[in-house]
């Protein structure tokens, strides 16, 4: 009879994912691991496998905990209202960040994808769904009339997808909130540029 393990894996991956996002991938060893988690290397390695499967465990964990952008950008009603309060709460998260942990989709691109590329699939993969709900999100407010018929959803888009990630990647190197807010600022005033001058 298989003995019962004597941990949550649920919990482990959990505790796992927080110590990847505080630390990073290469400043975080097994030993670090066994610590943070309170279990020995080989229940690690039977449940999760090595460091490296199990970081890729973490890292679709983070996403399933972060913002669901299809919910906040998919409502029926006013489109920008949603993208603006959607910039807002990156900078505010971004300037709240006392840890400096940052984004651990921005840290693993910054640390790992430019030699590890499964992982830069992956951080591409994140980056082009935002890109697009949010371009599907702006074509809707075009057609509403919220944008000027001129203005290319998918380039707006992709503007605020690098503002988005600036942000977080900034929160995590310094503390200047001021610097955070004005880019916020600016983001949204694009959007106001960006208008229906019958909106």
Known sequence: MARTKEFDPDQALQAAMELFWQRGYEATSMSDLVQHLGIGRAS????FGGKRELYLKAYERYLEQGIDFESLLSGRGPVLPAVRELVRRFADEAAHDSARRGCLVVNTAVELAPHDEELARRVGSNWDFIENTLAAALTRAREQGELDGAQDPRSLARFLLTVLQGLRLMGKGSNDTARLRDTAAQALRV???????AG
């Open 191 to 197: 959007l106001d540029l960006t208008g229906s001058p």
């Open 44 to 47: 690690i390695y039977a449940t």
